[in-house]
Antibody
Framework: DVDLVQSGPEVKKPGESVTISCETS????????IGWVRQMPGKGLEWLGM????????RYNPSFQGQFIISADKSSSTAYLQWSSLRPSDTAIYFC????????????????WGPGTLVTVSP | QSVLTQPPSVSAAPGQRVTISCSGT????????ISWFQQFPGAAPTLLIY???KRPSGIPDRFSGSRSGTSATLRISGLQTGDEADYFC???????????FGGGTKVTV
């Protein structure tokens, strides 16, 4: 069975760094794009970007370019989302999701989602 | 401001049908690749519909999707109290080169 397990909640101060993870199992990690979606408190979903672990091809939402780094480790079938300098506006729940029906870096949908990681940034 | 536009809320009695609209442009909805997700409070989204009108296994046929031009629609028939949730439409935007979502619609039964 496909499973995505995310790391636990993080509480950070502005300017601090953090990396959250998404450990996958039950499918070929390298051969599926895996992406990240943000949900700010009480708000909707926002697509942040995705990575193709096979060749580490990464696509970022241009609206968020430069704000974080998406990476992956094939040996542990884990995807990561990393910030070097957090801002209070980064406070949100972050979901990882397996993307499917992809062609040339365009994916139709996301069929399996992790439970989410809450990142809180507060002075 | 979400790229795709949904009504904030819809409501209907148990057993009735609701429709949720999702308005976009020729760069996203107009090109297809439409998905719908259901999200209960405190939980992750789950896939309801993909490729405009296809259901993953396990999703009942009470949920159906369609598209006309640059608008997509999710229909939920035989409404149940367990359907109370937020529903999000999604697509790929070829101009933004990014996945995009609607703002979400809260369904009240």
């Amino acid at each position: 069975d496909v499973d995505l397990v995310q790391s636990g909640p993080e509480v950070k101060k502005p300017g601090e760094s953090v990396t959250i993870s998404c450990e996958t199992s039950g499918y070929s990690f390298s051969r599926h794009w895996i992406g990240w979606v943000r949900q700010m408190p009480g708000k909707g979903l926002e697509w942040l970007g995705m990575i193709y672990p096979y060749d580490f091809d990464i696509r970022y939402n241009p609206s968020f370019q430069g704000q974080f780094i998406i990476s992956a480790d094939k040996s542990s079938s884990t995807a990561y989302l990393q910030w070097s300098s957090l801002r209070p506006s980064d406070t949100a729940i972050y979901f990882c999701a397996r993307h499917v029906y992809c062609y040339n870096g365009v994916c139709q949908t996301a069929d399996f989602w992790g439970p989410g990681t809450l990142v809180t940034v507060s002075p | 401001q979400s790229v795709l536009t949904q009504p904030p809320s819809v409501s209907a009695a148990p057993g009735q049908r609701v429709t949720i609209s999702c308005s976009g442009t020729t760069s996203n909805i107009g090109r297809g690749f439409i998905s719908w997700f259901q999200q209960f409070p405190g939980a992750a989204p789950t896939l309801l519909i993909y490729d405009t009108d296809k259901r993953p296994s396990g999703i009942p046929d009470r949920f159906s999707g369609s598209r006309s031009g640059t608008s997509a629609t999710l229909r939920i028939s035989g409404l149940q109290t367990g359907d109370e949730a937020d529903y999000f439409c999604a697509s790929w935007d070829t101009s933004l080169t990014s996945g995009v979502f609607g703002g979400g619609t809260k369904v009240t039964v």
